[in-house]
């Protein structure tokens, strides 16, 4: 099967399994395992933050970064399509206590202009803001540029609060965006990545920030139960992902670019505007039955998830070659055959 649902589908390659088999552990409790030392700080190096944190999810790396950032009580302000709104069970509110401020608006992720209406929220009747969330690559498949995140973070700053980033794909925005990783990540004061995604480990993500922070973190960490012992082996996943499959997510990019090619020319309708890095988002035609047609894509051994409001959400990644490219064409073709 082309298992095209998500990137976190991926298996570890045998070169990462060998690197893997060969690190070097110790208790990480005890702060003593050298492998995830060095993914710490390498990690640290590479990001420009004091100091950085394995974490064993993105939910939980998001959810570290607002307990760090908040006081019980305060607002975090964040668009209610963010990850940390929709999809983290909700957990700002027992973790941390916060009520997550919501934005709504027409572009669908956070910018500089919603943090106007906030500014003058400083009074009794509402929670204090303390912290903003961004993220990018956004998880509709857009990367927001440089200039735009710039410009949020700064206003942010300028207003008293801390930004956490979610950059669950921080690598493959980074790849979109053809610039330095430090200036995708701009004046963040917290930053997650997830290992496990596009870049192919098996578990893992990465908190970065200063060392107060990461100190912090470790502590929260550990008392929801993330206290890694001989976590070196998972280091070693991160450290060689970091290493051999950064540059290679363009080709993921340029697959997803044949794919949503392929599709168009083929009849469907394409989200085109959301077509920045490793995700189609798409629609069947009028004709098609969903579940039939989902049904005989498994016949072409092309795995796909059912829509989520009409479209449908095909992901490239490190499992998906250009024989899976290949199938889900004859795929697609044999579809316009039926037609
Ligand atoms: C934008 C974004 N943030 C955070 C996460 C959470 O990562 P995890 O599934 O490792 O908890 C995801 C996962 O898909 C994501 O897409």
């Known amino acids: ?32 395992d050298p492998t995830l030392k060095r993914l710490e700080k390498h ?38 399509n963010a990850h940390v709104n929709r999809y983290e069970v909700g ?22 202009d919603d943090l106007d209406k906030y500014r003058g929220m400083d009074n009794i009747h509402f929670p204090r803001i303390s912290c903003v969330v ?16 710039d410009d949020i973070i700064h206003q942010a700053h300028s207003d008293g609060y801390k930004v956490h980033m979610d950059g669950a794909r921080l690598f493959n925005a980074h790849i979109t965006l053809n610039a ?11 930053l997650m990545f997830c290992l496990s995604k596009g870049l192919g480990a098996p578990i893992g993500s990465m908190l970065c920030g200063s060392k107060r922070l990461i100190a912090q973190a ?28 950064v540059e290679r997510l363009i080709e993921d990019h340029h697959r997803a670019n044949l794919i949503a090619q392929h599709l168009v020319q083929s009849g469907y309708e394409v989200l085109l505007t959301h077509r920045d890095i490793n995700m189609v988002y798409f629609k069947l035609q009028p004709h098609h039955n969903e579940k039939q047609w989902l049904h005989d894509a498994r016949d072409f ?33 044999a579809q316009k055959q039926l037609d």
């Open 91 to 112: 957990a700002i509110s027992l973790l941390s206590s916060v009520y997550p401020q919501l934005v709504y608006n027409d572009s669908g992720y956070l910018s500089k």
């Open 218 to 245: 470790r502590r929260y960490r550990k008392m929801l139960g993330g206290g890694i012992r001989q976590g070196g082996i998972l280091a070693a996943a991160g450290l060689y992902a970091l290493e051999h499959h």
């Open 180 to 190: 330095p990783l430090k200036d995708v990540i701009s004046q963040a004061d917290s």
């Open 1 to 32: 099967m082309f298992d095209f649902r998500s990137d976190t589908v991926t298996k570890p390659t045998q070169a990462m399994r060998a690197f893997m088999m060969e690190a070097e552990v110790g208790d990480d409790v005890y702060e003593d």
């Open 301 to 333: 051994d092309v795995l796909l998830s059912p829509s989520t409001q009409g479209w449908l959400r095909l992901v490239t990644h490190l499992d998906i070659n250009d024989e899976a490219i290949m199938r889900f064409i004859q795929f697609i073709n």
């Open 134 to 149: 961004v993220e990018n690559a956004l998880g509709d498949g857009r990367v927001v540029s440089i200039k735009d995140m």
């Open 43 to 80: 990690v640290a190096h590479l990001t420009g933050f004091e100091d950085a944190l394995f974490v064993l999810s993105g939910t939980m790396g998001n959810q570290l970064a607002i307990m760090c950032h908040t006081q019980k009580g305060d607002g975090v302000l964040m668009h209610a």
